[in-house]
């Protein structure tokens, strides 16, 4: 929505500026242009060898679609709202759920993530403490 609003102001100033003849075109280096592959909903599984940095890239990337994403008991667990933290926990595995000081993080590749919302597969979103009260086997759990 920001975006559009900003370009429809840009274009109100723009293309009388061009139709003036003040606008000078200039051609795309096609050396520097890059490839985006069509995005598919596997794009949204999130593997946790990932750094946590990596992780929420992915989150803000897709979140509209495909969505992010992991498995916990064999059911897809939409991964809503996180960002990354920093810990010195080390008795930790990669993938694996844990709570410090009051915030529930998974242990990534580098660094973790903290979760914030999520939602399970059949349910609907919820805060990571609600879905911790529902599923007190969730911390501890290497999620996938």
């Known amino acids: 929505r920001r975006l559009?609003?900003?370009?429809?102001?840009?274009?109100?100033?723009?293309?009388?500026?061009?139709?003036?003849?003040?606008?000078?075109?200039?051609?795309?280096?096609?050396?520097?242009?890059?490839?985006?592959y069509q995005i598919n909903k596997t794009d949204g599984r999130i593997d946790w060898n990932k750094s946590a940095e990596e992780i929420?890239?992915?989150?803000?990337a897709f979140a509209k679609?495909?969505?992010?994403?992991?498995?916990?008991?064999?059911?897809?667990?939409?991964?809503?709202?996180?960002?990354?933290?920093?810990?010195?926990?080390?008795?930790v595995n990669v993938g694996e759920v844990f709570r410090e000081d009051n915030q529930v993080l998974v242990k990534c590749g580098r660094g973790c993530l903290r979760l914030e919302e999520v939602k399970i597969e059949g349910k609907q979103v919820c805060s990571i403490n609600n879905f911790v009260n529902g599923y007190q086997q969730f911390l501890g759990t290497v999620l996938t």
Not at 56 to 60: E, F, G, I, K, P
Not at 67 to 87: H, Q, W
């Open 4 to 36: 559009s609003l900003l370009s429809a102001q840009m274009l109100v100033k723009t293309i009388p500026m061009y139709l003036a003849g003040q606008v000078k075109l200039k051609i795309q280096n096609d050396e520097k242009a890059t490839y985006c």
């Open 65 to 91: 679609w495909p969505g992010v994403y992991t498995t916990f008991n064999k059911r897809k667990l939409d991964v809503i709202s996180a960002f990354p933290e920093k810990t010195n926990k080390k008795d």
């Open 56 to 60: 929420y890239n992915q989150l803000r």
